[in-house]
């Protein structure tokens, strides 16, 4: 499970394993003269040569980089109004009668998180019920200054919904901190901090110029003990951890762990080139995969927040559907490379320009869009009242398209068209091992669709014609290029496609009132 790597409010147990054991596996390596007995004369001296290039490339230390950058990472904790918990909380990560229990709640009854000064969960009274006030209880993160005025960087859920945010220094200064702005969907906020002294400050990196295998340090406030430095490399680029619309993280396997959320990731040079969010973690601590969000991403949005209070995105008016080898090979494209238009809102700037559901989109501003991370990114990037060119494929024909950007409202959101319905009635018909029925007045009514929507129900799937795109309860609105609004149009379509030699169609589906395309593989009857 992916978890955001702050500290949280109010832990609560968790199940851990009770047996903590060190294991050193039974690996040896040889460095230096030592060679393995077979190894050819020329294999060696590669082996050696890959070696020496490793240790040159590699620092000897991180003690210099650690001293340079640290003075401006800071902890970032919060206070809020909290309802009771019955019983004590324990820590989590630990089993009960840990030694560690008691260590690390020590350290958050000094932080005011688990009773002690701060008041937090586990203070006051034993009869206190659950669901009564408990007075205030506190978050941990960290942050980091990113303009010497005072302007500290974080995570959202390090501070939503805070009543008091405090900054504390690598000295120990403790200042107040104004929120400025944030971002939920990027999961970014900019919080301000006034200072008598000069504050230091760091300088953004280019993470589009990391590499995997790229040496990085991270730096952070885990489970409350302060400034922590740890070391590791970019594991992986553009994961996806379903957290938003415009997940891009960067994978590392520096440890990272719960109160990290919010801290810095280092170049070697010691600019930043990530945001610390979230670990992928069975207990809250690390194993050695944690996300960081790209600084290309996080400056745009800081600056956003630091000119406007909040971030104002580009609306394109589309839902949009990741290409499949099946949906490939249903509209003709030779990769499954693109974003399949599920769905055009009405007097959008899409639907201005001309964009059709069907149409698939293989380049935004004179950029490939390979993905669908690759169109909402680049949209949501695009300033409103800015013109941009798109790529289309329709009928297997590229054509080119041009629409003015318009701010994202409220309302809407571009996403992967989803959905679900309950089944239908009696059959009609059966083609390709779908048994079909009109969509009547109680089809409708049992489906909850309006009079708008036509088409033809899907009441049955056979359980001989395999694992099948669509089910009970979706009502089929095309079939290819046509409408169809009864079950003989739909299985003269797919004949037809079967005497072209096809062996897939693109079919319209409407699933609970959402539109989507999917491919449908053609078989003997």
């Given at each position: 499970m992916s978890t955001p790597a702050n500290a949280g409010r109010a832990p609560?147990?968790?199940?851990?394993?009770?047996t903590i054991a060190a294991v050193l596996l039974g690996t040896t390596v040889l460095t230096g003269p030592f060679l393995i007995a077979n190894q050819s004369t020329a294999a060696a001296a590669e082996s050696a040569l890959t070696q020496n290039t490793l240790s040159q490339n590699a620092p000897g230390s991180f003690a210099d980089l650690a001293a340079k950058v640290s003075p401006a990472v800071v902890n970032v904790s919060t206070t809020q109004q909290a309802k009771a918990e019955r019983g004590n909380p324990r820590m989590p990560g630990f089993p009960p009668g840990s030694p560690f229990e008691e260590f690390f709640r020590q350290f958050q009854d000094q932080f005011g998180q688990n009773g002690g000064p701060g008041g937090g969960p586990g203070g006051g009274s034993d009869d206190e019920s659950e669901g009564q006030p408990r007075g205030k209880v506190g978050s941990l993160g960290s942050g980091f200054i990113i303009d010497a005025?005072?302007?500290?960087?974080?995570?959202?859920?390090?501070?939503?919904?805070?009543?008091?945010?405090?900054?504390?220094?690598?000295d120990g200064t403790e200042l107040p901190a104004t929120l400025v702005g944030r971002d939920a969907k990027t999961d970014i906020a900019l919080l301000k901090v006034k200072s008598d002294k000069a504050l230091p400050a760091l300088d953004w990196g280019d993470s589009d110029a990391a590499r995997v295998g790229d040496w990085v340090m991270a730096v952070g406030n885990p489970f409350g003990l302060g400034g922590t430095v740890t070391k590791g490399i970019i594991s992986a680029r553009g994961r996806d951890i379903h957290s938003g619309p415009y997940d891009d993280y960067l994978q590392l396997d520096a440890a990272i762990n719960?109160?990290?959320?919010?801290?810095?990731?280092f170049t070697l040079d010691g600019r930043v080139i990530g945001i610390n969010t979230a670990i992928y973690s069975p207990n809250?601590?690390?194993?050695?995969?944690?996300?960081?969000?790209?600084?290309n991403i996080a400056k745009q949005v800081v600056a956003q927040l630091k000119e406007n209070g909040h971030v104002e995105r580009g609306w394109l008016g589309v839902k949009i559907q990741e290409i499949s080898?099946?949906?490939a090979e249903s509209v003709g494209l030779p990769q499954t490379k693109g974003?399949?238009?599920?769905?055009?809102?009405?007097?959008?700037?899409?639907?201005?320009?001309?964009?059709r559901q069907g149409d698939v989109i293989l380049a935004y501003g004179g950029k490939p869009v390979n993905t669908l991370r690759d169109l909402t990114r680049r949209v949501a990037d695009t300033k409103a009242g800015d013109t941009v060119d798109m790529t289309v494929v329709r009928k297997g024909k590229e054509t080119t398209l041009t629409a003015h950007i318009a701010p994202l409202p409220a309302e809407q959101r571009m996403a992967a068209a989803e959905g679900a319905g309950p089944a239908a009635d009696s059959a009609v018909e059966t083609v390709n091992g779908l048994k079909l029925a009109p969509l009547d007045g109680a089809a409708r009514s049992r489906l909850g669709l309006g009079e708008g929507v036509k088409g033809v129900v899907v009441t049955a799937v056979s359980p001989q014609a395999g694992d099948l795109p669509v089910r009970p309860g979706d009502v089929i609105v095309k079939v290819g290029d046509h409408n169809v609004t009864s079950p003989a149009e739909?299985?003269?379509?797919?004949?037809?496609?079967?005497?072209?030699?096809?062996?897939a169609v693109l079919l319209l589906v409407n699933r609970g009132g959402n539109e989507s395309f999917?491919?449908?593989?053609?078989?003997?009857?």
């Open positions: 609560r147990s968790s199940r851990v394993r009770r005025a005072g302007y500290v960087v974080t995570n959202n859920h390090v501070i939503d919904g805070a009543d008091e945010i405090k900054v504390t220094l690598q719960r109160g990290n959320s919010g801290g810095p990731t809250g601590g690390s194993v050695g995969i944690g996300f960081a969000i790209p600084s080898p099946e949906i974003a399949l238009v599920a769905e055009v809102t009405p007097d959008s700037p899409a639907a201005k320009a001309g964009v739909v299985t003269k379509s797919l004949h037809e496609a079967e005497k072209d030699g096809r062996k999917v491919p449908l593989k053609l078989v003997k009857a």
